[in-house]
């Protein structure tokens, strides 16, 4: 692996040479650059780019925090709601949520991070699009929207995207948000089913949904990203 110094930071360089036309930058970790490359384009060009991006990668990587070892994990808060995590090691995988405990326990065949990486977010994807669509037909219910498909990912730039013809999208992760922020991200994406631009009848329409959108939005952009449990 390759390294860089970034505004007097070193970071280490990954070069993904792919058949693509520009260059495209994104951070892997809090000290990794991930740079997806046209297969001629020099080294010494693709570090001018970092150079040239060096405020935006500074920024970012101040957003991330490390990843939390699962087998350090002892508790998660979901919408509120505190859950203790019990971690075992077994023949099979399997990943059980007892809300009336309020305990969550795994049980996997393998102890590393990137395998209980897997396994959460494999388990956890389906409870959290049911979280989601439970709390977008109550808000239907209160504002009187159309709802289309509702689909859950793991993206790293976004929080939740609407698109054109109203599908609505959401990183499924948003479910370890506080529930006013969760809410937010929601509201914010239902507004876009009106107001497909951020125009002032789109903040306009947000305010009637979430009173305390600039709180909110102001918190995603601060603190978002570090209540990820799974880095994308």
């Known amino acids: 692996m390759d390294s860089v110094i970034v505004a007097n930071q070193p970071y280490n360089l ?10 495209r930058l994104r951070l892997k970790s809090k000290n990794t650059i991930v740079i997806s490359a046209p297969r001629l384009v020099p080294v010494l060009f693709i570090k001018k780019f970092i150079n040239n991006n060096q405020n935006w990668i500074v920024q970012q990587s101040a957003k991330i925090t490390d990843t939390i070892p699962y087998l350090k994990l ?14 075992t090691h077994s023949h099979r995988d399997a990943l059980i949520i ?8 795994i049980h996997t065949k393998h102890l590393t991070q990137d395998h209980l990486a897997k396994l959460i977010d494999h388990h956890f994807r389906p409870q959290a699009l049911k979280l989601i669509k439970q709390n977008l037909r109550q808000l239907q219910k209160q504002y009187d929207f159309p709802l289309k498909n509702i689909t859950v990912r793991n993206q790293s730039s976004r929080f939740g995207s609407c698109s054109s013809s109203g599908n609505l999208n959401f ?11 969760f809410r ?44 990820f449990l799974i880095k994308p």
Not at 98 to 105: R, V
């Open 14 to 23: 990954v070069i993904n040479r792919k058949p693509i036309s520009s260059l």
């Open 74 to 87: 002892k508790n998660i808060s979901i919408l509120d709601q505190s859950y203790s995590i019990q971690i």
């Open 98 to 105: 007892f809300d009336d405990l309020k305990t969550i326990t």
């Open 171 to 181: 990183n499924w992760q948003i479910i370890f948000f506080p529930f006013d922020k």
């Open 184 to 227: 937010h991200v929601l509201c914010h994406e239902i507004a876009h089913i009106t107001h497909h631009n951020h125009s002032i009848h789109f903040w306009k329409l947000l305010a009637t949904y979430d009173p305390e959108w600039r709180l909110n939005r102001l918190w995603l952009k601060q603190q978002g990203s570090k209540h």
